[in-house]
C-alpha cells in the first residue's frame, strides 16, 4: 500500500467578501453622520452655570449674530414675529418661549422679541445659554 504525499494546500484570505463588507459599512456611517447634523442656524450661545432642557412644545425664537430671526427653524422678520407668535401660541398657550440669541446681539433685540412674545399671550419666556467650563 502506497499512499501519496498531500501537497499543502496555502490559505487564503477571500478578499472580495472583506471589501463588500467594507463598503457596506462605509456607506452605513455615511448615511447614518447625515442624520446627526445641527440645525442649520448657528448661533452663539452666552454661557450660564444653570441650563434648563427644553420640551418638544417649546416654541424657539433664535437670533443669529447676523440680526437674522427664527421662530421654530422658520426664518422671520422683526415686523412678522409677532403674527408667528401669536398663532403659535394659540395652538400651544402653555408652551415656553425660549430666546437663543447670539451672545454678540445687542440686549435691546432681545428685550424686544420678549416683549413681543409676551404681548402675544406668552405665559413663560426663557433665555437659552450653553453650560460655562468648569475646568480652571
Known amino acids: 500500500m502506497q499512499f501519496r504525499a498531500r501537497q499543502p ?3 487564503s484570505v477571500n478578499v472580495i467578501s472583506l471589501i463588500d463588507v467594507v463598503l457596506m459599512l462605509l456607506i452605513f456611517f455615511m448615511l447614518s453622520t447625515t442624520f446627526v447634523a445641527q440645525p442649520g442656524i448657528t448661533v ?3 454661557k450660564a452655570e ?3 432642557s427644553t420640551g418638544s412644545q417649546d416654541i424657539i425664537v433664535a437670533v443669529t449674530a447676523g440680526g ?3 421662530v421654530n427653524e422658520q426664518r422671520v422678520t422683526l415686523e412678522t414675529l409677532a403674527e408667528h407668535l401669536r ?3 394659540a395652538e400651544k398657550p402653555a408652551s ?3 430666546v437663543k440669541a447670539d451672545e ?3 440686549h435691546g433685540l432681545v428685550v424686544t422679541i420678549m416683549d413681543v412674545a409676551k ?3 406668552a405665559q413663560r419666556l426663557a433665555i437659552a445659554t450653553r453650560p460655562r467650563d468648569t475646568a480652571p
Request: aromatic share 4%; hydrophobic share 40%; net charge positive.
Open 9 to 11: 494546500t496555502s490559505p
Open 44 to 46: 452663539n450661545l452666552p
Open 50 to 52: 444653570s441650563q434648563a
Open 68 to 70: 437674522d430671526l427664527y
Open 87 to 89: 398663532r403659535l401660541l
Open 96 to 98: 415656553v418661549v425660549i
Open 104 to 106: 454678540t446681539i445687542r
Open 119 to 121: 404681548q402675544r399671550g
